[in-house]
């Protein structure tokens, strides 16, 4: 186990880059994106039925979500375009950060599922749009709108798949229903994503497409589903002692690395939380981030989570894998699952 020791109180010259400046135009470029989003839901004639329909097809979406995520990805990876997005400097794919994106893209779909499609869904996808684009909190990051569109085509039909396989024998007319509603939503899917980009245009490359390790990205994907659907439990945990429980003082925190994992202990208003060090965002150390009252802030682009439960701020759904930690007998224990 690797440890470091880490005050709590961090200084505020904590590295800020430029793109910690998006972040926050990043807050008020959705003021519009409830009322667009309800401005587009009536065009295309999305109603409460449609809504209750998507709703209903919550079990068929979780269960066929592992092989959407896989199937997404394996596309991706094919085209130089976008395969890039993935790859370590040595040209490898970058598996823990592939995982990652396959977590937020389940988490996107699993939001969708659970409908009410209010302002803070609507914002959600706004600042997904966005995400793609220079707009951003990494303006380094730009996915050109083809690909964004391509793929939004790709899960439309993905989810058509996987309703006609699960109801067609049972019951045609919500089979109907189901396919009809999906159908308009995504079509307003693609309109809150696109318009992030407002006139960008860049040139396509026409490279020759890669060969990928197909079993190998559906393992990845349907590790990351299980994670983001809470199925990935286990009952078998690890004790470890972190530390003894005064080398860690109330306001104090400590990482450490248990199984590869790079962990932050935090000694909080007499309270131990444990949080793993690896940002929603880009994976960024959110552990040696500040830490002002409840609120841990990622010294890369300034994402915010709650450290008592490490969910973040501006969604409460989406959360840092959290663990479970304990004092006894004077040491700090931290219970790491075992699968
Ligand atoms: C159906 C279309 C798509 C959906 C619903 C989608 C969904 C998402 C979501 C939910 C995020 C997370 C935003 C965050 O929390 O930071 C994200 C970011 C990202 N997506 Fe997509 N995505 C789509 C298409 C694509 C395509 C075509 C690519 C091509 C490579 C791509 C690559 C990325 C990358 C690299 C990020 C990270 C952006 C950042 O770190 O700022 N996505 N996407």
């Known amino acids: 186990m690797n440890e470091t020791t880490i005050q709590t109180a961090q200084p505020s010259n904590v590295k800020r880059d430029a793109s910690d400046a998006s972040a926050s135009k990043d807050a008020s470029a959705s003021k519009d994106a409830g009322k667009y989003f309800r401005y587009m839901a009536e065009f295309v004639g999305f109603t409460s039925y449609d809504e209750q329909a998507i709703v209903k097809s919550k079990p068929i979406v ?8 896989s199937d997404f990805y394996e596309h991706l990876l094919r085209y130089p375009p976008t395969r890039k997005f993935f790859l370590k400097k040595d040209g490898t794919i970058d598996e823990a950060y592939l995982e990652l994106r396959m977590r937020h893209n389940a988490n996107f779909w699993l939001r969708t599922v659970e409908g009410n499609y209010d302002d803070g869904y609507a914002s959600y996808i706004d600042y997904v749009g966005r995400a793609h684009t220079s707009h951003g909190a990494d303006p380094s990051i730009y996915i050109a709108e083809r690909y964004v569109i391509g793929m939004v085509g790709f899960i439309s039909h993905a989810m058509s798949h996987a309703i006609i396989a699960e109801l067609h024998e049972k019951d045609e007319a919500f089979e109907h229903d189901v396919v009809e509603a999906w159908d308009k939503l995504m079509m307003v899917v693609l309109e809150m994503l696109s318009r992030a980009y407002y006139n960008e245009r860049s040139p396509e490359t026409f490279d020759p497409l890669v060969a990928v390790d197909e079993k190998h990205i559906a393992e990845l994907a ?9 199925k990935r439990e286990t ?37 131990w939380y444990a949080l793993r060090n690896s940002c929603l965002h880009r994976g960024g150390p959110v552990c040696t981030g500040t830490l002002a009252g409840d609120v841990l802030q990622c010294p890369w682009h300034g994402f915010q989570y709650d450290v008592r439960d490490g969910h973040l701020l501006t969604d409460p759904k989406s959360h840092l894998d959290s663990f479970h930690v304990s004092v006894e007998n004077g040491e700090v224990k931290l219970e790491m699952p075992q699968f």
């Open 222 to 230: 349907q590790e990351a589903v299980e994670q983001e659907t809470g």
């Open 62 to 69: 979780e269960k066929h979500l592992p092989q959407i995520v």
């Open 235 to 271: 009952s078998a945990v690890k004790l470890v002692t972190i530390a003894r429980a005064d080398e860690i003082p109330d306001g104090e925190r400590k990482l450490v690395n248990v199984d590869g994992i790079s962990i932050g202990i935090f000694h909080h208003n007499g309270n």
